[in-house]
């Protein structure tokens, strides 16, 4: 008899079609008491006493976007400015960015004083090859052991569309490059998808493509993300 597999343990990040109204993912953790963490939208603005109150509620980051199709709520100085604060509560920084800009502002955040996850697998186009500027860049800041990257997005990046044949080789060089910090996400419900929205089954098949071995696999999904967002040690599940 196959045994039952659930999800003990989750991040939510709270989507831009919220605006910086973190109430539904407080919601959430309250319900989930500690097994579902948190990453925020904020003004860059946020005072060090707000940080703290979202920080004991369990949010463990703050996310900004820096795509033509999303609403800027911030500049890179500003973000930049901001991260002292963060460091000042053990939070990370979340950058949802198109992949043409990393070379750009890559010396700006080489300076920061707080890990920096780069997101959706640097939004590069899986078109162009590794040997693109902004890829090309995303692996040269990940030699940085402050910058993890999070492997979901294959079909944000993807030309060829399902199953993304074109996009997968890009996270599985990362995960096997800088297995220590990759991390993976659903994406749902996909927000400001271009459609047809992705069937979550497939990209959730995509994980063995992405981490073909066994410690690979653990790595991504359970011991990085207990490292990033600073999960309490987790419970056996009763058999």
Not at 106 to 131: M, Q, T
Not at 143 to 150: D, E, P, R, T
Not at 178 to 202: C, E, I, K, L, Q
């Amino acid at each position: 008899m196959r045994r039952k597999r659930r999800c003990l343990r989750c991040v939510i990040v709270n989507s831009a079609m919220h605006g910086m109204d973190n109430r539904v993912v407080e919601d959430a953790m309250a319900v989930k008491g500690g097994n579902y963490l948190g990453v925020a939208l904020l003004p860059p603005t946020v005072e060090i006493a707000e940080l703290r109150r979202l920080d004991r509620l369990g949010f463990r980051g703050v996310r900004y976007n820096f795509m033509k199709h999303l609403h800027q709520s911030a500049t890179l100085d500003q973000v930049i400015t901001l991260t002292p604060r963060l460091a000042d509560v053990g939070w990370h920084l979340q950058l949802h960015m198109d992949g043409s800009l990393w070379p750009e502002i890559a010396p700006a955040l080489e300076r920061s004083p707080v890990p920096i996850v780069i997101d959706h697998i640097g939004r590069v186009d899986a078109s162009k090859g590794f040997d693109q500027p902004g890829f090309l860049c995303v692996l040269r800041l990940m030699q940085n052991k402050k910058f993890w990257v999070k492997v979901s997005g294959c079909d944000r990046i993807t030309k060829a569309g399902p199953p993304y044949a074109d996009a997968v080789p890009f996270a599985r060089k990362l995960v096997a490059d800088f297995t220590d910090r990759v991390v993976w996400g659903t994406d749902w419900p996909h927000p400001h998808h271009p459609p047809p929205v992705p069937d979550d089954g497939p990209l959730v098949d995509l994980i063995a493509e992405i981490a073909p071995t066994a410690a690979q696999r653990q790595a991504m999904m359970v011991d990085n993300p207990q490292r990033l967002y600073r999960f309490a040690p987790a419970m056996q599940p009763a058999a």
